[in-house]
């Protein structure tokens, strides 16, 4: 007989085959890390129930089984080769295998060109990852697949990490999204993570092989595939254990069962890992800390006895909702600290009546909300104030060290750290991309493992040997710690080292110290992740410095919301919260639907409460509340710049159509290149602004992941003309932009650059169109008429030089009466704000950052903050050309070094620097921008921006900028 065993990352799958290779037994269950038990197990059964004295060939395979074969000298065959052997002799016509596993995903071409892709350092949209978004819902996987199948609207959420997607999602729950399209939503993150971050380009068609326990278990999920991928793609009998089939196909060895038994049961002691020293030698250590800490204690009162004026601070955060109720000397009478469900609104509705019913005499003066979801409830409760978190847990953190000059707050899956200069918040550091030095990483190992979060936290503080595990992706970090299992390491050494990598991953991944002594001396630590010792531990021993942590570590956003309430209620007797009737009788109903006052299109969550109150959540502006469709007086320089460019139409001309992809530099190019062709007699058709349908449509032809977001959609805005039909398409390489005499050069960044050479050769389509992508350089203006009639008399007959010369002069004429009339708007509105006593912020980033697709509608929630928007190229050109201190060699980055400096010498402006994902020159503007700023005294706020619109996180900086700048 033939066995095949598959050790996969989270699972093991087991067949064995009779002589004629008929499957007669096979086995799936999750391991839980015990790989060598679970081994033992299956292996004892087949030769006592199965074999009965028989002989066996067996080979094993799978992503956690090569270091087991190796060490027990078994046969071992690869899985990609295991998968393929098993299609070949199964299903032999099938083109693609697309497979998820536990923690991988691959996809394997095996017409036109055998290939396998698969998943490198992020396990985001992988079984794992589908497992955490089912427990952040409080749903099975099985649930959310039957939920999945009543949706109605499906939300963009990221599956670019398995945790972060956390931050799409909670406020969509916050904001009473049904469960039903967030299961949805999720499933189609997952198919569109896969085929744009594995296929690359590479087109799947043909027959679509389903294999993996994800998409064998959840239609919903292969539904998903099958709409992104415009297939119906197959799941074939016994998906699940094509790569054990396979093993055993390849089984050619007879074992000896006895031995590989011994073999496997001795293979658990023998490895080593990379260990780091204890984080106590001993008890007294540990009983010093716990008393030093002990100290930090927030004043109690007796709530049943208190007659004072009460105040109420509420906290809805990501995962979790805490409430603190204080008395007129900031002592705590009572507090709440719960999991928020996926909606805060009944937990918070059920306290209130708790406090009501049992403390009748309770008279609270105000009451105020922070967090995630602060909005819906100061809406449904009536609260007095809504307070942005950083200001609620600086306010906190001051009544414990009132010199605090560093606060950091590590809560579910967020981490918020800021500095705090002159006695104002500056320098917030969110975490954007990642979130595993966040609590809810170690709540899922401690899942994973079996213990409930405080057991296994403690588990980890008197470890021999902690375990060094790098700081990694959570959903990742699970194979070093089954790696460090099998190697020996204990769970204790395991807990330990996972205190380790939070830590390390917030100070040098999130603020991104290059020393600890950067960050300041007075230290408050907070948020719930800190309320574990080991954490609280390692980031002492890391700073080198005794930092205070509150004993309410977990409540301090709520007890800040409270001192607060307080401040502002001026001595007030009664707070605007809802009575004990109107409590009693409180009802909530949740509606979606889309917004089309605007193309953002937001998707809005209409929330109704008792008494025809409303609370709209999802829109990026103030339209669908004040139902006003126009931009209105806003100043907002972003949304002048748009409507200049939408205003290039398309004019009938005698040589016909040229299409324009717009995107890119053509955001401010597009005034050149529109005038210059229709003066030659071509009518100008541009692909129009983006959307999500368009950067679908174009996903499947993006040759890279990690290239930044605006150059993704070109994709989309190319294959866009294809199907309106056009002929010929214009997008040109252009290695320099204009030189505006800001820097030491004027080079487009290499993206800009070149991706039309990206686009040509990942687009098979254009080859059987003009698509003319020469490299062109407008900045040598007298050069351009001769170079550019050369170009074009490839591809057109009819074109003569002198033509190209009238038409180069009518566009560059353009140009320039283009850029005037930005600058003359933008100087109209600095004079406007500056009359109106407005806040002004320079919106810095690249000409595309205009796109709404791109920019998420940040201009427009700055305005409805009360803020002017100003556009960085509208201040640039009144500065000279300075020195910096990195290569200043970009048109760019010319201008936003140029704006930084301009608004140094500004107390009324302040510059918000847009960032997009994976832009790699940014890493070194960023740096550069924070330090002319900070030379200045000025606050630098970055925002960064990919295809996820996450302006929950967005708004906490904006706002924590304007309370700093009040202050």
Same mark, same amino acid.
């Given at each position: ?23 007669? $037994? ?103 990852? !589908? ?15 039957? *939920? ?33 399209? !967030?299961?949805? @939503? ?53 998906? *699940? ?8 196909? @390849? ?99 059920? $306290? ?182 080991? /954490? ?26 409270? *001192? ?27 509606? /979606? ?43 907002n320089m972003y949304a002048y710049k748009l409507d200049q460019l939408l205003s290039y139409k398309p004019v009938a001309g005698k040589r016909g159509k040229i299409g324009i992809p717009m995107g890119l530099n053509m955001y401010e ?41 605006p150059a993704k959609l070109m994709h989309g805005h190319v294959l866009s003309l294809v199907e309106n039909d056009i002929k010929t398409i214009f997008y040109p390489c252009m290695s320099y932009n204009f030189d505006e005499g800001l ?28 698509? !003319? ?138 510059? /918000? ?55």
């Open positions: 007989m033939k066995i095949g065993l598959d050790i996969g990352s989270t699972t093991i799958k087991c067949v064995v085959l009779d002589e004629n290779e008929n499957i007669v $037994y096979k086995s799936y269950e999750r391991h839980m890390s015990q790989i060598t038990q679970k081994m033992t197990e299956l292996l004892l059964k087949i030769k006592n129930d199965i074999l009965g004295g028989a002989s066996a060939q067996l080979t094993v395979s799978g992503s956690a089984g090569m270091g087991i074969a190796q060490t027990c000298q078994l046969p071992f065959v690869q899985e990609v080769y295991a998968t393929r052997i098993a299609t070949g002799r199964l299903l032999p016509d099938t083109d693609v295998i697309i497979e998820l596993g536990g923690e991988d995903a691959k996809i394997l071409f095996l017409t036109g060109g055998t290939e396998v892709r698969m998943n490198g350092s992020c396990a985001g949209g992988t079984g794992a990852f !589908i497992d955490q978004m089912a427990t952040l819902l409080n749903i099975t996987p099985d649930e959310m697949n039957q *939920l999945a199948g009543q949706y109605e609207k499906i939300y963009t959420i990221a599956s670019r990490c398995g945790v972060f997607a956390k931050s799409d999602i909670q406020p969509l729950l916050n904001q009473g999204a049904r469960k039903s399209d !967030i299961s949805a @939503s999720i499933f189609a993150a997952v198919a569109n993570q896969t085929i744009a971050g594995l296929a690359q380009g590479r087109k799947i068609s043909g027959k679509v092989l389903y294999l993996g326990g994800p998409l064998t278990f959840l239609s919903r999920l292969r539904f998903a595939f099958d709409t992104a991928l415009q297939t119906t793609g197959i799941c074939p009998e016994n998906s *699940l254990y094509f790569v054990a089939l396979g093993a055993a196909y @390849s089984s050619i060895e007879d074992i000896d069962l006895d031995k590989a038994l011994e073999n496997i049961a001795s293979y658990g002691n023998q490895a080593a890992f990379l260990f780091i020293p204890p984080l106590f030698e001993n008890e007294a250590e540990y009983n010093e800390f716990k008393a030093r800490h002990a100290a930090n204690k927030a004043p109690r009162g007796d709530i049943s006895a208190y007659t004072g004026r009460a105040y109420l601070g509420i906290d809805a955060g990501s995962t979790t909702v805490k409430a603190v109720v204080i008395g007129e000397n900031g002592e705590i009478l009572d507090s709440v600290y719960r999991g928020n469900s996926g909606n805060p609104v009944p937990i918070i509705r059920e $306290y209130l009546l708790e406090l009501f019913h049992q403390y009748p005499a309770l008279r609270f003066a105000a009451a105020a909300v922070t967090g995630y979801g602060e909005e819906l409830l100061r809406n449904a409760f009536e609260l007095d104030y809504g307070i942005v978190e950083t200001v609620a847990h600086f306010t906190a953190a001051k009544h414990f060290l009132p010199d605090v000059d560093f606060v950091i707050d590590i809560g579910g899956q967020d981490m918020k750290c800021f500095k705090i200069r002159r006695g104002a918040i500056d320098n917030i550091f969110l975490n954007e991309a990642c979130s595993s030095g966040c609590g809810s990483f170690l709540q899922t190992f401690a899942n994973t493992l079996g213990y409930d979060i405080a057991e296994f936290a403690e588990m980890g503080l008197f470890a021999k040997r902690p375990v060094d595990l790098g700081s990694r992706c959570t959903v990742f970090m699970n194979s070093s710690v089954k790696q460090a299992q099998k190697d020996g390491a204990t769970t204790e050494d395991i807990s330990a080292g996972l205190s380790v990598s939070v830590v390390k991953n917030a100070i040098y991944k999130v603020i991104r110290v290059s020393s600890a002594e950067e960050l300041g001396r007075n230290i408050v630590v907070q948020g719930g992740t800190f309320l574990n010792d080991a /954490v609280l531990r390692v980031f002492e021993k890391e700073m080198g410095v005794h930092v205070v942590r509150p004993d309410i570590s977990g409540l301090m956003g709520a007890y800040g919301a409270a *001192l607060y309430a307080q401040s502002k209620s001026n001595g007030q007797e009664k707070s605007s919260l809802i009575s004990l009737d109107e409590l009693k009788d409180f009802k909530h109903e949740v509606k /979606v639907t889309s917004c089309g006052l605007c193309n953002n299109h937001c998707r809005l969550t209409i929330n109704i409460f008792g008494g025809n109150r409303r609370f709209i959540g999802g829109n990026r502006c103030e339209k669908p509340v004040t139902k006003r469709s126009g931009g209105g007086s806003e100043l190019l597009l005034p050149f290149w529109h005038t210059f062709f229709t003066q030659l007699g071509f009518e100008v058709v541009t692909s129009g602004l983006s959307n999500r349908d368009l950067y679908i449509k174009g996903q499947a032809t993006i040759p890279s992941d990690t290239v930044c977001f820097g030491d050069n004027h080079y487009n960044c290499p993206v800009v650059a070149y991706y039309p050479e990206v686009i040509s050769a990942n687009t098979a389509v254009l080859q059987k169109l003009t698509f !003319i992508h020469d490299y062109v350089g407008i900045h040598r203006r007298k050069d351009f008429p001769k170079k550019m009639a050369e170009i074009l008399s490839q591809y057109f007959q009819d074109i003569d030089e002198k033509e190209v010369k009238a038409a180069a002069k009518a566009a560059y004429g353009e140009y320039e009466a283009y850029l005037a009339r930005i600058r003359a708007e933008g100087d109209r509105m600095i004079q406007q704000a500056e009359a109106e006593k407005k806040p002004i912020i320079i919106l810095s980033g690249r000409p595309y950052h205009l796109d709404p697709e791109i920019n998420h509608g940040i201009d427009k929630l700055i305005t409805s903050l009360g803020a002017a928007v100003i556009s960085e190229d509208v201040v640039s050109c009144r500065v000279e050309h300075f020195p910096t201190t990195v290569l200043n060699q970009w048109t760019y980055h010319a201008r936003l070094y140029a704006a930084a400096k301009y608004v140094g010498g500004k107390p009324n402006m302040n510059l /918000v620097q847009l960032v997009s994902f994976g832009c790699g020159v940014d890493a070194i503007t960023t740096d550069e921008v924070r330090s002319i700023l900070e030379k200045n005294d000025k606050i630098y706020t970055q925002i960064k921006i990919d295809e996820i619109s996450n302006l929950g996180a967005i708004k906490i900086r904006l706002r924590s900028l304007f309370a700093a700048l009040e202050q």
